[in-house]
């Protein structure tokens, strides 16, 4: 091996694309195919273009190999459900009977049979289908849609790759089936599942496959000794096999660490890995385990995860490194760029100069390509490429957005008081309580009320100019009008003004504070065909004036009862934006607190004295390797207290959070300091109260008594049982009564009817104290 053969054939790739075309035609053909106006055949069709239409831009922009198998109807993890035919028992008649219908039936439910669980793709916004595994679980190989895939490709004429989810990866993203034995563990089925790997990979050889790709991202995360034995044992296994492509195994979101060596080990030809995220800790590794020098190293150096120009020098001094560590080093996006919007292009309402700050699907392909070609050809033959991309970093770092020495100046004066109130917990439920005057179980609910066609319709109006901001403000005001008075009838004890000017959690945020950006088209795929538009926080945060304080000023002056203040904590706004890279995520954090403190205490001085930040994001963003949790959650609660530290004892500190599952977390849920806390509990019976009770979680706290994911009512009854269960293990006195989360999916006609119930219930549970 010689360095510059290394070089010299460096190539380009990716991993994946975006699926759902320029103008989201997939979405728009998958919802119209559910909604019966689009045949199978057209939405196949639709799909067949996209997939031809993005692998002609891939080669045309000049990426040497394009990756096939990465489209999805739905979600990758399902497709490998479908290609080891792990079909859950339920879904198997539906399945049989239309392999279209039924793969949706999976995704989605049907009125009789419940969709698999969804949850989220490591720390990624996107969301899988849980598979569902058993001791009964019996593998068949069906690698018809990866073979019909790769054949679509080689039919262009081009060089193709298939890209599936590793067996490793796809049983430790698995949960035991309904029925499966306590403790099953999925991995345990390893054994049974290789042959039909091996079964695939024989059918993609045949089909004219010289290389596949198994993508292993579970291996980035802490795993036993046991679990990195079974992955050396499934790559050992596997790359024993004859008949199959050249094996390239890919890993992104981390550093492999300690399974490193595992894999640089086993006899397959290829190791993608991740160099955006832990690079130094990564090629350190790299280095330790004395190189790849038999194997082909990709390199996943552009970011496929944030939406950020690359530093083509920096990388090119990385890809440098890495030469002399492997037989050959090809140039990719750290991961699949499934992850991020298609192209920035599409962008008019972002200053062209800033634009150029900016790299999304379509942008990231061509820096690869440069880099591969800088790599294979020397840094010359890209020297107009370098200087531009040297003067679009100077101009975002030189930039007054990038650096405001206002936000700079005061986010460097912050002390450990300002994150402070001014009493600890303990001392301030008494102000509170002589100050709310509340009934013992008080009832709430967690902040938005029914989005309506009319508050959408009020929306597209203003955008379009049918109707002025005065015009608008009038409908949300009525709007106000009407979630005020009908809180009161139904005798709910802390109001909330409805959220009906917002049209999203942290997009309305982003709209309003200096230094975020939105896109007009910057999609980005959740599940399914739920695609959001993450804002970006691109520069230094301030806040030009408040942001709620006039909608929930005008909700308290309809009413005596006290009114909920309602804002998006810096954590989430974090987690569902696009952040800035050149600086850690606490700075960001904390200059988002600082201008999240400055609506709080707009909101206090206006006469709130119930003020909820919500933080459903604080868990997702938990790092992926335990030890990189500590600082994390250092800097999240942190960012928290700060947002709402400068309040009275007796303003009352809410915060929201919709997951039933955090015993791992109640220590940093109990940094935050606030003073009440609701949750998700409905589905799991009160299940986080016994956590909380579990940890000694001292403060209040509402476990959700009614399901908001469905238009189910639940009964006076049934919602009063669920307290009777939360008064088992929190007592009276600090148990809330509320929904389990924002009604803002729901209907008018459920809403009413189960907030009179819960309202019913907490009413019947207090006549039992
Ligand atoms: N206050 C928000 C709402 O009610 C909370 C949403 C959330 O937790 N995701 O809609
Ligand atoms: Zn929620």
Known sequence: MTTKSAAAAARATVYGYPRQGPDRELKKAIEGYWKGRVTAGALRATAAGLRRANWLQLTGAGIDEVPTGDFSYYDHVLDTTVMVGAIPDRHRAAVAADPLDGYFAMARGTQDVAPLEMTKWFDTNYHYLVPELGPDTVFAADSAKQVAELKEAIALGLTARPVLVGPVTYLLLAKPAPGAPAGFEPLTLLDRLLPVYAEVLADLRAA?????????????????????HAAGRAYRDLGALTDRPKLLVASYFDRLGEALPVLAKAPVEGLALDFTEAAAAQLDALAAVGGLPRKRLVAGVVNGRNIWVNDLAKSLATLGTLLGLADRVDVAASCSLLHVPLDTAAERDIEPQILRWLAFARQKTAEIVTLAKGLARGTGSISAELAANRADLASRAGSPITRDPAVRARAAAVTGDDARRSQPYAGRTAAQRAHLRLPPLPTTTIGSFPQTGELRTARADLRQGRID?????????AEIQEVISFQEQTGLDVLVHGEAERNDMVQYFAERLTGYLTTQHGWVQSYGTRYVRPPILAGDISRPE??????????????????KGMLTGPVTMLAWSFVRDDQPRGDTARQVALALRDEVNDLEAAGTSVIQVDEPALRETLPLRTADRPGYLAWATGAFRLTTGGVRPDTQIHTHMCYAEFGDIVQAIDDLDADVISLEAARSHMQVARELAAHGYPREAGPGVYDIHSPRVPSAEEAAELLRTGLKAIPAERLWVNPDCGLKTRGWPETRASLENLVTAARTVRGEL
């Open 208 to 228: 004219g496959a010289e290389w596949a790709q198994l993508d292993e991202p579970a291996l980035v995360q802490d795993r036993t000794p046991a679990e990195r």
């Open 469 to 477: 901001p005065a015009g608008y403000e009038e409908r949300i005001r």
């Open 546 to 563: 408040p942001m709620t304080v006039r909608w929930t000023a005008y909700a308290q002056s309809l009413t005596d009862r006290p009114v």
